[in-house]
């Protein structure tokens, strides 16, 4: 056990635990606020995984974006103050599925990788990073900076009546 | 470092957002669980990006530098999609709370509605 073992098993418990309570809450905004400590743990874990600019970016976009914009959303939507008890559906084909996928999984990968022990490459900085994609893919950058552009105008026509499709 | 440990918690996170998205009937948490989602699959292709990196540190023997991060711009394109996508979903949503002045899931009507 190393100090970069140790860094990840504590990180990754808090990301699994406060991951489970994001899907388990009954409060929808507490559900939002355990998202962020969920995505903040996660961004934790690229440090250690040597993604420096992964992690801020991480950082910045989930944290700061992806959650603000889920935090409106239950605010526009309904915001109910404390517990409400119609947010789940029954359980068991969920839990089956779920606990399924993610303990098939985790046996396949701990089948996978369980004596491999890695050293630490160099970090995967901004500027490697940014060498590679403006070097070896540039064309997917373009195609996603279309599609970002795409997604935001089609999200204006369809959250406005008034300009969008006809009925 | 043991990459079985990233490696887990990906498929432990991943199984938890499988969970979210058939377990919650409130469109914006189902939201969350596929972000959930999302991020256990960036936490793999980083995990992969870091392991196979170490363990193949010259892949280019003619003029040996480090190997690319090629697994990291991969978690940063997913990360847009994932923004591209939570934008469109929250509009829809947005839009379903504005129609039926509710967003559980199971009471969308799939059929066609003629107004």
Known sequence: MTAADVLLLGLGAVAVGSALLVVTTKHLVRAGLYLVVCLGAMAGLYLVLTAELVAWVQVLIYVGAVVVLLLFAVMLTRAPIGASDDLDRPGWPAVLVGGGAGLGLAALLIDAFRWTTVDLPEAG???????????????PFEVLSVLLLAALVGAIVVSRPDIGADR | MRPVIPYVMAALLFGIGVYGVLRRRNAVLLLMSVEIMLNAVNLILVTADTTARAALPHLDLITPHPPPP??????LFVIVIAAAEVGVGLAIVLQLYRLRASVALDEVPLERIDA
Do not use: C, K, M, P
């Open chain 1, 125 to 139: 900085t901004a500027e490697r990073l940014g060498s590679e994609i403006f070097g070896s893919w540039v064309l």
């Open chain 2, 70 to 75: 090629t697994g990291q711009v991969f978690a």
